[in-house]
């Protein structure tokens, strides 16, 4: 089946830190694909729609300047924590899908920890 | 705003009984529903899918029924095993876009 890769799984960084998460759709080329927030014992909240070749969709009070989305390729989007800070300390992830009518796809996530 | 609920934190079951998970939605521009399973350190995977078009879906073990007019799903698990041991998640897509609205999961265990 339909398989997304998600890197790194684990980061712990300091304050200030630039953070890069990569999301790869790797049997299946992605247009779209969805970067996810969870914190504890809450759901996930989508934060932006990747689109590959054009500006990402963000969703209200996600900041696009703080969490920017490179959609490069049809099967890697990246997403980059700028000069993170505690508060970004979360669950990230990405999912994807071969098409709209299929399921969404997801990646391991990542556990980002910022000290 | 919370637009899918999962009202059940937790729910424990004996082997070989049913599981029953609940998830309720208030956006009636939902069409499309998902449960997902998700162990920890790990991605949520798919599990089983219902359109509107539809009240119920079946796979295996797995059941999902769909009431639209009480905007309310549920998955059931018969019998259930303790490899099911879990979070579920319900998710929900509008019939315009392809974003998923999440609930917050219910931890199931299945006591041997």
């Known amino acids: 089946g339909a398989v997304v890769s998600q890197h790194p799984s684990r980061v712990i960084c300091k304050s200030g830190t630039s953070v890069k998460i990569e999301c790869r759709s790797l049997d299946f080329q992605a247009t779209t694909m969805f970067w996810y927030r969870q914190f504890p014992k809450q759901s996930l909240m989508l934060m932006a729609t990747s689109n590959e070749g054009s500006k990402a969709t963000y969703e209200q009070g996600v900041e696009k300047d703080k969490f920017l989305i490179n959609h490069a390729s049809l099967t890697l989007s990246t997403l980059t924590v700028t000069s993170a800070h505690p508060e970004d300390s979360s669950f990230y992830i990405c999912?994807?899908?071969?098409?709209?009518?299929?399921?969404?796809?997801f990646g391991d996530g990542t556990r980002l920890s910022i000290l | 705003d919370q637009q899918v609920k999962q009202n059940s934190p937790s729910l424990s079951v004996q082997e070989g009984r049913i599981s029953i998970l609940n998830c309720d939605y208030t956006n009636s521009m939902f069409d499309y529903f998902l449960w997902y399973k998700k162990y920890p350190a790990e991605g949520p995977t798919f599990l089983i899918s219902i359109s509107s078009i539809k009240d119920k879906n079946e796979d295996g073990r797995f059941t999902v029924f769909l009431n639209k007019s009480a905007k309310h799903l549920s998955l059931h698990i018969v019998p259930s095993q303790p490899g099911d041991s879990a979070v579920y998640f319900c998710a929900a897509r509008p019939n315009t876009g392809n974003q998923f609205y999440f609930g917050t999961g219910t931890s199931l265990t299945v006591i041997p």
């Open positions: 999912s994807a899908s071969p098409d709209s009518n299929q399921p969404q796809h």
